[in-house]
């Protein structure tokens, strides 16, 4: 069989397991409330995760992620003194809204919302699909569809592509789920959401899959994935396994199937995404982090439980990147907005290097599976790349208004004594204490800053 003929084929497999997440991320000003929110949100259709008096909090007990970071994105909700900017609040709604989609029917079946500190939020939509109704190749033109939400319009229970035009519908609908009273609890409106920059850099939402397969072998018999000798093995290969390649096509939405296709993905691009941000490290299971998608895909002989944990730790994993890539994404667009000013960098800076001490770390679990894919999605994000680039800009505009506080306490000290016009002496007679610090600070400060002096008085 042809590597085309094998990818056809596994493309027309129905799949014996599925799950899609759609992750819509949004601005909000949840801290804005008071403390009687949690007890409105309890009253209403939303039920808080991280509540510690309700009993299903426990979902995440059983994950091997390390306690640190555990605790400081999944805190333990307490009604005394969970109202600050630094907490999270995971909040989940039971929806079961029957929706079609072109050829595809499905069911909403519920939503996750995840509140993070300052600005960051995410909206998670659980969908409930009868994949055993649809082959692969279908369920990836499904994943395009949704994944490009900005392109749906909701009218009743039918998502209709709108072209080119971008909509509001989808966010409209899930802006709604929050209002209480009259008022969403987020206290944003649709304007906000749309003026946002950071949230109108792209127009797809993430995606998250899994999909196990039924079988492992082709309809010759033949295995899709070929027996190797080492358990694992990190040598670069020349040719790609086809177990390598296919979550690509689902993770970009673009059909394994591509016998009548204008387009196909070059072998070389995929070869270089799947070296740098795949997921291989399972027998009969691989994966592919890319901008817009995590992919997690299983053969029949043992690649589960995949769905399982895409539900549950590979969740909580893609959530914890996606909030760090924001809130970096955020401190950037806050220090190079036209109304940002030089008092506010501090606040940045510390907000920044607490980020880095509590979250950034390469081996954020137990498990070495967990690491791996964890550093996936990361270098999948670019995460490190924008974070070096946000730290130094950072640091070169607290330098420079650091300096720029230092020049100005010098200059003072000229204005103070040509203000006066009497000698330093004189000065120190009628203003000992006062005039004492000043001139100690001054003559530090001029000395340290004389060349930038000497070039603002020939000015």
């Known amino acids: 069989m042809t590597r085309k003929e094998q990818l056809s084929e596994i493309g027309g497999i129905k799949p014996k397991n599925y799950v899609s997440k759609v992750i819509i991320p949004l601005p909000h000003n949840f801290y804005q409330n008071d403390m009687g929110i949690f007890h409105t949100i309890k009253a209403s259709e939303w039920s808080i995760m991280n509540d510690n008096s309700n009993q299903t909090q426990n979902i995440l007990d059983a994950f091997n992620i390390k306690k640190y970071i555990y605790e400081n994105i999944f805190p333990s909700y307490d009604n005394s003194d969970f109202i600050n900017n630094f907490d999270t609040l995971y909040l989940k709604r039971k929806i079961n809204k029957e929706l079609t989609l072109e050829k595809f029917n499905f069911v909403l079946y519920d939503i996750d919302l995840w509140i993070f500190e300052e600005n960051i ?119 790609l396994s086809i177990l390598q390649e296919v979550p690509f096509y689902v993770a970009s939405s673009v059909n394994l199937n591509l016998t009548n296709k204008s387009f196909t993905p070059a072998e070389r691009y995929i070869y270089n995404l799947i070296n740098n941000q795949g997921i291989n490290i399972w027998k009969y299971s691989s ?35 996606l909030y760090i890539n924001f809130q970096i994404r955020y401190i950037e667009r806050k220090i190079i907005n036209k109304d940002f000013e030089s008092k506010d960098i501090t606040y940045y800076y510390k907000k920044l290097q607490k980020l880095k001490n509590q979250f950034i770390t390469d081996e954020i679990a137990v498990k070495f599976q967990e690491n791996e894919i964890h550093k996936a999605i990361s270098t999948a994000l670019k995460t490190n ?3 070096s680039e946000v730290t130094e800009n950072l640091i070169e505009t607290k330098t420079i208004t650091d300096n720029n506080i230092g020049l100005y306490i010098s200059l003072l000290g000229f204005a103070f004594v040509s203000i006066f016009q009497e000698p330093f002496t004189d000065l120190f007679k009628q203003y000992p204490i006062f005039f004492s610090t000043i001139s100690i600070v001054s003559v530090a400060l001029i000395l340290k800053y004389r060349n930038i002096i000497r070039n603002k008085l020939k000015l």
């Open 121 to 239: 939020a995410f909206f998670v939509l659980n969908i409930n699909i009868d994949y055993n109704n649809y082959t692969i190749d279908e369920l990836t033109d499904f994943n395009r569809l949704i994944k490009n939400f900005k392109f749906l319009k909701l009218e009743k229970n039918c998502l209709i592509l709108n072209g080119y035009d971008t909509t509001t519908d989808i966010i409209n609908y899930l802006l709604n789920l929050t209002v209480i009273d009259n008022k969403s609890f987020l206290n944003i409106n649709i304007q906000q959401i749309v003026d946002d920059v950071v949230y109108n850099t792209s127009t797809n939402a993430k995606l998250l899959v899994g999909i196990e397969t039924p079988t492992a072998t082709f309809k010759n018999k033949k295995p899709i994935e070929k027996d190797i000798d080492e358990f694992i093995n990190f040598d670069i290969y020349d040719t």
């Open 287 to 321: 994966g592919i982090a890319l901008h817009d998608s995590l992919v997690l895909f299983g053969l029949g002989n043992g690649g589960g439980p995949i769905v399982d944990n895409t539900n549950n730790i590979f969740y909580f994993i893609y959530i914890l990147n």
């Open 385 to 387: 790349k924008i974070l």
